[in-house]
């Protein structure tokens, strides 16, 4: 079956951590550039970060220095740690590969 399941949301603190992990299945995962994108309440989904088949990362710049994309190609995963963690960060996380496929994504909080 061609699919990506994410998993790790959650409600955590502001200052906190949280990690996400994606399984794809179905597809040539370590051809494919993978993502983590976002979508808050009322706003257009963004893109958070996304790594390529050879390991290049970019990330959105609200996130630099706080979130870390990776990817185990054995596993089929791709993973982002999120530390540091902001109320603004609130959203629900898609999981992307480059050939269209999106997961059904992960409810993130950040609250006190």
């Known amino acids: 079956q061609v699919q990506l399941v994410e998993s790790g949301g959650g409600l955590v603190q502001p200052g906190g951590s949280l990690r996400l992990s994606c399984l794809a299945s179905?597809?040539?995962?370590?051809?494919?550039?993978m993502g983590w994108y976002r979508q808050a309440p009322g706003k257009q989904r963004e893109l958070v970060a996304k790594i390529t088949s050879g390991g290049t990362t970019i990330y959105a710049d609200s996130v630099k220095n706080r979130f870390t994309i990776s990817r185990d190609n054995a596993k089929n995963t791709v993973s982002l740690q999120m530390n540091s963690l902001k109320p603004e960060d609130t959203a629900v996380y898609y999981c992307?590969?480059?050939?269209?496929?999106w997961g059904q994504g992960t409810q993130v909080t950040v609250s006190s």
């Open positions: 992307n590969s480059q050939n269209g496929l």
């Open positions: 179905g597809i040539m995962f370590r051809i494919y550039t």
